[in-house]
Antibody, heavy 116, light 108 residues
């Protein structure tokens, strides 16, 4: 069974940093592209970042470019999102989602709250 | 970047009704269009991929059509468990993978 489990969310002050993790199981993680997608409270879905299966190709939404860094460790079956210079508008549930453009499996999400 | 619009933003229908949601892309995306269902407090779930292909395990009352810039998502007979918000999402060529703003479906 495919499982994606996010962790690392929490309350952080504006300007602070947080590192999210996504633990994958039930499939060959190293063969799949991965994404982070977020959802602000009461709002719609926003794609955040993409990483290829090898980690060699990466894309970011303009809203997070230069502040967020996506990475992966295929030996540990894990996906990461390093978030720096956090702003109030980054407050959201962050989901990891499998595959390239067709997001076929999603984690349950982890809540990031940016507030003083 | 490609922008996605959806209509209506919300709708209320009776059990058994046919429900239709439209999604429009700001430029030609061929058939690189997916539909997701999100129930309150839950992660999104893939229903339709490549505009018209039903994801494994998804009931056949859900369907999708369209290509280019105009797409349609249909629930042929609305069921109580279909109460959710539905999102379209394009993945033409490279990221960003834009989502539509969503359509909230309620039971009348």
């Amino acid at each position: 069974e495919v499982q994606l489990v996010e962790s690392g969310g929490g309350l952080v002050q504006p300007g602070g940093s947080l590192r999210l993790s996504c633990a994958a199981s039930g499939f060959t993680f190293s063969s799949y592209e991965m994404n982070w997608v977020r959802q602000a409270p009461g709002k719609g879905l926003e794609w955040v970042s993409y990483i290829s299966s090898s980690g060699s190709t990466i894309y970011y939404a303009d809203s997070v470019k230069g502040r967020f860094t996506i990475s992966r460790d295929n030996a540990k079956n894990s996906l990461y999102l390093q978030m720096n210079s956090l702003r109030a508008e980054d407050t959201a549930v962050y989901y990891c989602a499998r595959s390239g453009g067709i997001l076929d499996y999603w984690g349950q999400g982890t809540l990031v709250t940016v507030s003083s | 970047d490609i922008q996605m619009t959806q209509s209506p933003s919300s709708l209320s229908a009776s059990v058994g009704d046919r429900v239709t949601i439209t999604c429009q892309a700001s430029q030609d995306i061929s058939n690189y269009l997916n539909w997701y269902q999100q129930k309150p407090g839950k992660a999104p779930k893939l229903l339709i991929y490549d505009a018209s292909n039903l994801e494994t395990g998804v009931p056949s009352r859900f369907s999708g059509s369209g290509s280019g810039t105009d797409f349609t998502f249909t629930i042929s007979s609305l069921q109580p468990e279909d109460i959710a918000t539905y999102y379209c999402q394009q993945y033409d060529n490279l990221p960003p993978f834009a989502f539509g703003p969503g359509t909230k479906v309620d039971i009348k």
